[in-house]
């Protein structure tokens, strides 16, 4: 498990979904964080990723300043963009910008099942990952590698 890529040590890889999203499964739910955290900003720092200690300290956060902090950085709780464009440099449909917006703000009121259905409606996540996210099962995803020229980059 040392071997997943920064943030998903100490969980199982679970293979892909249809749409290419890792599927990781947190098999100590967080009672392994004492432990996880640590050794995912050490081996994060050691590879020259100094973006680690932000996410652990920004996903720490009590709920308001963790959505207020997700707009003055523009990543929502999984690291996403909000708006503008997405890690590879296309640009987010208008319609998708709004439901993060939204997204954003619902995660002060909305319970975690009406969160899963925000992301899905926006199109921020898929059926798979919204049934996951809504039941609260211990299941985590990453997004595919960017893909070039129809290939995927490692």
Do not use: C
């Not at 609260?136 to 995803?141: A, I, K, T, V």
């Amino acid at each position: 498990m040392h071997e997943n890529t920064a943030g998903h040590t100490f969980e199982i890889q679970a293979g892909k979904t249809s749409t290419g999203k890792t599927r990781y499964i947190k098999w100590a739910g967080t009672a392994a964080d004492f432990a996880r955290l640590p050794y995912d900003i050490a081996l994060s720092l050691a590879k020259g990723d100094l973006s680690s200690i932000g996410r652990v300290v920004r996903n720490r956060l009590a709920i308001t300043l963790s959505t207020l902090s997700g707009f003055v950085f523009n990543v929502d709780y999984l690291g996403r963009p909000l708006f503008g464009r997405d890690r590879y440099g296309n640009p987010i449909p208008v319609g998708q910008q709004v439901g993060a917006g939204v997204g954003q703000v619902s995660n002060l009121f909305l319970p975690q099942y009406g969160q899963a259905l925000v992301d899905l409606v926006s199109g921020r996540s898929d059926l798979e990952q919204a049934t996951t996210q809504g039941l609260e099962l211990p299941f985590r995803y990453t997004n595919p590698p960017k893909a070039v020229s129809g290939r995927y980059d490692f």
